[in-house]
Structure formats: C-alpha cells, structure tokens
C-alpha cells in the first residue's frame, strides 16, 4: 500500500519537520518513505509544505500529485493544496484555524493543536499535536514507534512533547461533511 500525505501550512509551524518525523518514524517500522520539504522565500511566516510518500514497497517516483491525505494546518494550506486532494482523499484540519474547508475528502478530521499547543505554554508543539491526530485518525505508522522517533528528535522536550501527542490523540475528531 502506498500513502501520498501532504502536510500545508506556514512556516513556523512545524509543518516539515512533522514531515520528517513521520518519514523516519515509517522507515523505522520497516516501511519505505520520501520526504520532499517546498516553502516560500520568506520561510517563517510564508507557505510550507511537507510532502511525504510511505509505502510497504520501494518508492521509484516519489512526487505527489493528488496526495491520499492533507494536513491543513492554516487556511492559507488549505486554501493553497486543498483542490490538489484526491477525491475520496483524507483529510485532517487544526479545527481553529482552518474554517473554510476547500475540498470534498471522503472523510475530515479536526483537532484543535495551535489551541491545545497554547494551553501548554509552547505553540511550537501544534505539529506534535497534529501527529498524535494523525496517527490516531490514519494510524499509518505505529504510535509508539511515532512517539518514539518524536522523542528522539527532541531529547530535551520530552514530556511536553509526549504530553502534545497524547492530546492530539484524545482530541481529534471525525467532523461531518
């Protein structure tokens, strides 16, 4: 099985990083996976995206098209790649910034990371936020060996990091279409 997700957002978020994660954390799991990072000139501030391939089998062409899964962490990436969204795709949304839904995905998820990324004093952990979503909603990569890899990256955050994850996992929710 082959997973095209796009991650979109603005730079600042996290959003390659996420990407990165997500990629080693497959690998790690004995999946194959390709990772290509686009931002703007600006980088903090403009658009960011992280496109990042996970398949049981090797990735010959890794360029996303119409990716099975979009990450939307802004309006601006959602505005941005949510027509690039196959139909019947995935979809998932931080639900306080992302009020206009710009596709017709087979199902949306939403959890509210930069609020729940606020409430724990450090905004800079909404992407952590949004992988515990993610590997709850999709659960294309282990949690644990998600978590793990999460953990690896940043030693020194760890239990605010594990604290992040655990709230995406217990907030995100289906959202009717």
């Given amino acids: 099985m082959r997973w095209d997700i796009r991650w979109a957002g603005f730079g600042g978020q ?8 997500l990629g080693r954390a497959a690998v790690k ?3 194959d996976s390709a990772m290509r990072p686009m931002y703007g000139p600006e980088k903090t ?3 960011s995206r992280a496109d990042v391939v996970i398949s049981d089998e090797q990735i010959i062409f890794p360029l ?6 979009l990450v939307a962490m802004s309006q601006d990436g959602m505005n941005r790649d949510g027509s690039s969204l196959k139909k019947d795709g995935l979809l998932l949304i931080d639900g306080e910034l992302v009020k206009d839904v710009k596709c017709y995905p087979k199902k949306i998820y939403s959890v509210e990371a930069t609020k729940i990324a606020d409430s724990l004093g450090r905004r800079i952990v909404a992407n952590i936020v949004m992988l515990g979503a993610f ?6 990569v282990s949690e644990d060996i998600l ?6 990256t ?3 955050a760890v239990e605010l990091n594990k604290t992040a994850f ?3 996992k217990e907030n995100v929710r289906e959202v009717e279409i």
């Fill in 14 to 21: 996290g959003v390659i990083r996420a990407g990165e994660i």
């Fill in 29 to 31: 799991q004995g999946l």
């Fill in 45 to 47: 501030g403009g658009w």
């Fill in 64 to 69: 996303i098209v119409n990716p099975d899964i």
């Fill in 135 to 140: 590997s709850k909603a999709f659960g294309i």
């Fill in 147 to 152: 978590l793990q890899t999460i953990i690896e």
């Fill in 154 to 156: 940043f030693p020194k």
């Fill in 166 to 168: 655990k709230l995406g």
